[in-house]
Nanobody
């Protein structure tokens, strides 16, 4: 069993900052990539930021220069630092990780339960 547990969402005024955290736990053999998606009401889930184990992070255009993704591999944790937040960043944010539970098994996608981020004055 693998679990992703997110924290750090909340209500913030425009221009403010939040930091999301996502910790993976359970029968983890290896994590390839970790990332964050978001889904606003009435919209499809979209990729916000992606951090592969072997490569550079990448971001959707609307958050470049404002959001920073980082990983602590020793803790199996990924973070999303969100600065200069805008009302259009309001959404449920989901953590995603590609994890294998044994060396011979393929990587699978795992999801967190989601955390609400609301940007409003």
């Amino acid at each position: 069993q693998v679990q992703l547990v997110e924290s750090g969402g909340g209500l913030v005024q425009p221009g403010g900052s939040l930091r999301l955290s996502c910790a993976a736990s359970g029968s983890i053999f290896s994590i390839y990539a970790m990332g964050w998606y978001r889904q606003a009401p009435g919209k499809q889930r979209e990729l916000v930021a992606h951090n592969p184990r072997d490569g550079n992070p990448n971001y959707t255009d609307s958050v470049k220069g404002r959001f920073t993704i980082s990983r602590d591999n020793a803790k199996n944790t990924v973070y999303l630092q969100m600065n200069n937040l805008k009302p259009e960043d309001t959404a449920v944010y989901y953590c995603n990780a590609q994890i294998t539970t044994a060396g011979a098994l393929p990587y699978r996608n795992y999801w967190g339960q989601g955390t609400q981020v609301t940007v409003s004055s």
